[in-house]
């Protein structure tokens, strides 16, 4: 088992890392975004109902 502060050592590093990586702290952000985004969506079109079109050219049919 590692020692707390060899973790905190560990984490304190990584932090670092990612702060002064611009990418990284894109990529681990962008779930939290898109998470708001579709509860912000949600919000908006919950009242609403969703229709959906199917094309089927060869008309075969619903199975």
Do not use: C, E, W
Not at 23 to 38: E, H, K, Q, Y
Not at 48 to 62: E, F, H, N, R, V
């Amino acid at each position: 088992m590692l020692h707390p502060r060899i973790i905190l050592a560990i984490a304190r590093k990584d932090a670092v890392d990612i702060l002064h990586n611009k990418s990284t702290l894109v990529g681990l952000l962008m779930p939290v975004f898109i998470a708001v985004l579709f509860v912000i969506m949600k919000a908006i079109f919950s009242g609403q109902s969703t229709k959906l079109l199917i094309y089927d050219p060869g008309q075969a049919g619903m199975a």
